[in-house]
């Protein structure tokens, strides 16, 4: 079965100091890994996702991750933090069993940015 | 488009009361999803459905029920509220994008059970 986990589940950064939230998947096959963003009091939003296209992904905001499949890795960084990027951030893969295309979900990281 | 809209935001209920959280889609997305958040433990799935007519259990089911009468609508229904239903429920519709299926959440329910 897929699984995902996020290391750290809280972050602190200072603002202008680079983001890294750390993301290892498990799955059998080619997987199709999401970033997604949820602020206090909100719903979840899509930041990126890979798709076997580029390794490299680009997301809104200025984030970006980098897929390497030796280090089964997915990880989130951004070069500059900034205030508004204080939120609890979630790793997920796609899984295909049972013939729906189900998201397995990290347990995430709250990322806390500080002036 | 409204995208996923959730109704209520917000409950509080009694153990053992019953209730429906209301999902609605207007993007005419084939598949939904209900997800339940908890601390530490990023979201579960509850239940899905990958059309009118046709759901299916996720990783934990059981005290909920679904039904998917329509394409927009997905309701989740607590038939005999617990302490250990107290969460925040995210319902979600997707389409394949791409090559990939992109979800779309709504803004959640917080439901408290005492």
């Known amino acids: 079965a897929q699984s995902v986990t996020q290391l750290g589940s809280h972050v602190s950064v200072s603002e202008g100091a680079l983001v890294l939230l750390r993301c290892n998947y498990s799955?059998?096959?080619?997987?199709?890994l999401f970033w997604y963003v949820q602020y206090p009091n909100q719903g979840l939003q899509l930041l990126l996702k890979?798709?076997?296209?580029?390794?490299l992904v680009k997301g809104i905001n200025g984030f970006e991750a980098e897929f390497k499949k030796s280090e089964t890795s997915f990880h989130l960084t951004k070069p500059s933090a900034h205030m508004s990027d204080a939120a609890e951030y979630f790793c997920?893969?796609?899984?295909?069993?049972?013939?729906?295309?189900?998201?397995?979900f990290g347990a995430g990281t709250r990322l806390a940015v500080h002036p | 488009n409204a995208g996923v809209t959730q109704t209520p935001k917000f409950q509080v209920l009694k153990t053992g009361q019953s209730m429906t959280l209301q999902c609605a889609q207007d993007?005419?997305?084939?598949?939904m999803s209900w997800y339940r958040q908890d601390p530490g433990m990023g979201l579960r799935l509850i239940h899905y459905?990958?059309?009118?007519?046709?759901?299916d259990q996720g990783e934990v089911p059981n005290g909920y029920n679904v039904s998917r009468s329509t394409t927009e609508d997905f309701p989740l229904r607590l038939l005999s509220a617990a302490p250990s239903q107290t969460s925040v429920y995210f319902c979600?519709?997707?389409?394949?994008?791409?090559?990939?299926?992109?979800?779309?959440f709504g803004p959640g329910t917080r439901l408290t059970v005492t």
């Open positions: 979600a519709s997707s389409t394949r994008t791409g090559g990939s299926y992109e979800q779309y």
């Open positions: 993007m005419n997305h084939e598949y």
């Open positions: 890979y798709t076997s296209a580029a390794t």
């Open positions: 997920a893969v796609s899984d295909s069993t049972g013939g729906y295309n189900k998201l397995i």
């Open positions: 799955s059998s096959v080619p997987p199709y």
């Open positions: 459905s990958v059309g009118a007519g046709i759901t």
